[in-house]
């Protein structure tokens, strides 16, 4: 079982940053791929940006040139650096993350955190 633990979240304008983050723990095993998802009220639950163990990196359209998603593996953590914060991208993000085990590959989703920009 592992644990995703998000920090964060919070309140900010239009135009500001904010920096997420996200720690993994308990039994792991090899985490491949990291990521970030969002869901704002009404809206199904999509991709933010991803990151895979070697470094490679996908964002969503909406997000390309503002967001920027970097891990650091020795501490299992992934961060999302946001800026130039949008309303629109006001939601619940949520972390996960892809354990390798036994030759399959486990997604694990941490609580989730409040993003809200305000315009």
């Known amino acids: 079982q592992v644990q995703l633990v998000e920090s964060g979240g919070g309140l900010v304008q239009a135009g500001g940053s904010l920096r997420l983050s996200c720690a993994a723990s308990g039994s792991i095993f090899v985490i491949t791929d990291m990521g970030w998802y969002r869901q704002a009220p009404g809206k199904q639950r999509d991709l933010v940006a991803v990151?895979?163990?070697?470094?490679?990196?996908n964002y969503a359209d909406s997000v390309k040139g503002r967001f920027t998603i970097s891990r650091d593996n020795a501490k299992n953590t992934v961060y999302l650096q946001m800026n130039s914060l949008k309303p629109e991208d006001t939601a619940v993000y949520y972390c996960?993350?892809?354990?390798?085990?036994?030759?399959?590959?486990?997604?694990?989703w941490g609580q989730g955190t409040q993003v809200t920009v305000s315009s």
């Open positions: 990151i895979a163990g070697g470094g490679t990196t």
């Open positions: 996960n993350a892809a354990d390798r085990r036994y030759n399959r590959n486990y997604n694990y």
